[in-house]
């Protein structure tokens, strides 16, 4: 089995959707701007490696991100990512205790630490290329089907928790919090604990009558962009690592569709999907770039030069 080290913290597929003939799109970082084939960006050098977790690191998970959290039954749930994702480590103790592990073992042990939440990331996707499809075709009918809306959710709530942006956002809020939490914390249980934000958002979001999903259709001339953040909470600040509890979700799909998750009464009730013009589209794209931890990519460089410094 082979080891993945450099690890996409975006879909490749999802950023396929900016790319031109020759399978490149224009990417800004760092102020330089350059063709790139998807392959080659927003990853990391063993972005999603799994750490051997202590009694005590899983007793904080489950006191303060999963005790008193939605019902039994998404507690259960978010105990059982625990449980996933720290198998392979007591696996490891017990076998050792019975003088039966070896370095073939280790070897194998050391791929599965890098594979094992990859792997997870792709079978998810998997199961969401249809609804995005759907989506590209501004289809919303697979909402109506609560199974599979919750899926989609989950899908997408993975997609805005798994990056760079919010792990570096939210060691930073718990670092600076009332109650400081060491970073080291965080980079251990990161992991896990992602999943668990994504499975309460996902049933709160899903769940909820308040939100509405609504298909944004570009009718301007300048393309909506993505970035390395691609799906954003839009009263969010980035800049800053303060919890917020308004929610809108804001996730481009393509150049010209975009998909937007609101509580929001600002919508004619009779309709789901709406034109934006040139205003709006600039309005979207600068809480992408602000939302970005190093890079935005659209199909074109002429949009991405406005953001250069």
């Known amino acids: 089995m082979e080891k993945k080290r450099g690890q996409h913290y975006v879909w ?15 990417c800004l970082r760092n102020n330089n701007l350059f063709p790139a084939n998807p392959k080659k960006i927003a990853k990391a050098r063993d972005f999603y490696r799994l750490r051997d977790l202590s009694q005590d690191e899983i007793a904080i998970i489950e006191q303060g991100f999963i005790n008193g959290y939605h019902t039994e039954e998404i507690q259960k749930i978010n105990r059982e990512w625990i449980n996933v994702f720290t198998s392979i480590f007591r696996d490891k103790k017990v076998l050792e205790q019975k003088g039966e592990w070896d370095d073939k073992k280790e070897a194998e042990l050391d791929v599965h630490m890098n594979n094992l939440v990859e792997d997870f990331h792709s079978r998810i996707e998997d199961l969401a290329l249809p609804y995005l499809d759907s989506l590209k075709n501004s289809n919303l009918d697979f909402l109506d089907s609560e199974i599979s809306k919750f899926d989609f959710m989950f899908f997408l709530c993975l997609q805005y928790f798994r990056t760079n942006m919010m792990k570096n956002n939210i060691l930073k809020s718990f670092e600076s919090g009332s109650v400081p939490i060491p970073s080291t914390f ?18 709160t979001l899903s769940s909820s009558n308040s939100f509405r999903f609504l298909m944004l259709k570009n009718n301007s001339t300048i393309p909506f962009i993505t970035g390395d953040q691609p799906v954003i909470n839009t009263h969010a600040n980035y800049s800053v690592y303060e919890e917020t509890k308004e929610f809108e979700l804001y996730y481009p799909l393509t150049p010209s569709l975009a998909l937007l ?6 919508y004619n009730e009779n309709q789901s999907i709406f034109e934006v013009q040139e205003n709006e589209v600039t309005l979207y794209n600068n809480l992408i770039f602000n939302a970005s931890y190093e890079q935005i990519f659209a199909n074109n460089e002429t949009v991405l030069k406005s953001f250069k410094k």
């Open 12 to 26: 490749r597929y999802y950023l396929t959707s900016w790319t031109d003939d020759s399978e490149k799109l224009s």
């Open 186 to 203: 965080i980079e251990n249980v990161w992991s896990v604990l992602y999943f668990i934000f994504a499975t309460n958002l996902a049933v």
């Open 261 to 266: 998750i609101t509580d929001s009464n600002n």
